[in-house]
């Protein structure tokens, strides 16, 4: 087995649950969107993302009021939008500075990331969530700021985080062999892409859920088990 040199690790269902992104994280974006964006417009980030929202849809001339009815109904489908996560990333910042919430990390994470870290292997975040918007998870996190640790964050402006060509961007980026490189994952998708890209790959399967009899990739229930 080739010695494991940095490890990538995904968020939602993997250092975290995925509740604390649904039930707290999308439900603070969807109420406060409107006025986010009525009040920041003027901000030359709101509006590159509002016109690269509509861009995505297709939506040519769209009012403002369209473009925020489009994000409100990708916040309900969950989608994987560069643009929609830039704008969820900034008005979770508020939310996380005025103490309204901290993100949720399973109970062994930090301690794990920390001994990882002491072993001497770099590590790294791939997510959905914009890279603004992973820091601000890491800094305001339950177990407290865990930013120190990572040596750099990735999120869809790399690429979809089901093709191979992303975690082959990503290994390049981290400038190391992708056989050096362990992307974990709870989504079978992002582990066959990073496979196919050469990585060694983790399957967390958090409770209730529960290790399949042939599991397609390593699997684990917590970062504990995991054996580089
Ligand atoms: C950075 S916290 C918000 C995460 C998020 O918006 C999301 O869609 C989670 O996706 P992941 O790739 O971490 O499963
Ligand atoms: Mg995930």
């Given at each position: 087995m080739t010695v494991i040199r940095a490890i990538v690790t995904d968020i939602e269902?993997?250092?975290?649950?995925?509740s604390f992104v649904k039930d707290v994280l999308f439900p603070y974006a969807r109420k406060r969107l409107p006025a986010f964006v009525e009040t920041h417009v003027d901000r030359p980030e709101v509006q590159h993302w509002l016109h690269e929202a509509a861009k995505e849809a297709g939506l040519?001339?769209?009012?403002r009021q369209e473009i925020i009815e489009l994000l409100l109904r990708w916040i309900d489908e969950d989608r994987k939008s560069t643009a929609l996560k830039a704008l969820q990333g900034m008005i979770w910042k508020e939310g996380y500075e005025a103490g309204d919430y901290r993100a949720h990390v399973y109970p062994e994470v930090a301690a794990r990331l920390h001994a990882w870290r002491g072993e001497g292997l770099h590590l790294y975040v791939y997510s959905s969530g914009s890279v603004p918007s992973q820091k601000l998870f890491f800094q305001y996190c339950e177990a407290g700021d865990?930013?120190?640790?990572?040596a750099g964050y990735f999120d869809t402006?790399?690429?979809?985080?089901?093709?191979?060509a992303s975690y082959e961007k990503i290994a390049e980026a981290i400038g190391e062999?992708?056989?050096?490189l362990l992307f974990l994952s709870d989504i079978p998708e992002e582990l066959d892409a990073a496979k196919a890209a050469g990585f060694r790959t983790a399957w967390l399967l958090r409770p209730p859920l529960s290790i399949p009899a042939e599991p397609h990739h390593p699997a684990y229930t917590d970062f504990d088990a995991i054996t580089l």
């Open positions: 269902g993997t250092t975290s649950s995925i040519v001339e769209a009012s865990l930013t120190p640790l990572f402006e790399t690429g979809p985080k089901r093709e191979q062999l992708p056989q050096h």
